[in-house]
DNA sequence: CAGCATCCTGGGCGATACTG
DNA sequence: CAGTATCGCCCAGGATGCTG
């Protein structure tokens, strides 16, 4: 868990969702382990822009928040794996829909995106 | 726009969708007006928590990404209003979701948020 | 009323290295 | 294989004050 110092404004839904999904990898992780990609390092080859020391620590949020559980098998190796919970299941729709709506819009945003970053060059 | 070093990963939908909501009110400034709240006065009454100066950095962001367009009339004292764009309210129906599931699940997310924030501090 | 400039800081997140 | 500790960067966003 991360140390906030200062506690958030919970005003709305939309405050809460943003608490709860806030961390770079959250959705994506939510999405892959959803899709049964339950280890660890299986998630982190999936996501391999991300460094393992934030994967585990927005994993443990998201178990912290009840989004997702933990099991730790006691093997030589160590093997472990995540799975949704029945709340983290009920996240699914939605981030569903984000991603099929980036991804029908994939060709704009990309184009607005990068144009976005190149105008403060100029 | 901010300025951004380096180049974001845009790997799949999520990535597009997180730059472009990416800014602490930015789902809020499209929730709000699209509900009819559309001058920047109105705006920052709606979102106290927010400073004007920010909320005026990531309206300029919504409307790089083509998601809301903003008018302004010649007048005295001077007025502003933004709209929606076509493609912006295309994404009120997923911003619709993400509140809806925020307040079904209030109780429940307040007090495992709640919880995450005492963690640290033992 | 609307918007910009300046200064400052918190904390998210990456890199690396070490333990079991 | 899984997880933690340390270090440091960086930039989003708050506060304040000035312009038209």
């Known amino acids: 868990m991360y140390k906030r110092k200062i506690v958030p404004n919970l005003n709305c839904g939309l405050d809460l969702v ?51 559980s933990k099991v730790i098998y006691p093997v030589v190796p160590p093997k472990v794996e995540y799975s949704l919970t029945a709340f983290g299941k009920s996240l699914i729709p939605i981030i569903a829909a984000i991603g099929e709506w980036g991804d029908n819009n994939a060709d704009r945003l990309k184009e607005l995106i990068i144009k976005g970053l190149s105008e403060d060059g100029e």
């Open 18 to 68: 943003g608490e709860v999904l806030y961390g770079k990898w959250k959705m994506r992780l939510l999405w892959f382990i959803d899709q049964g990609h339950k280890r660890p390092s299986e998630l982190q080859r999936k996501i391999p822009d991300a460094s393992r020391r934030v994967l585990n620590l927005q994993l443990k949020e998201l178990q912290d928040h009840e989004l997702v």
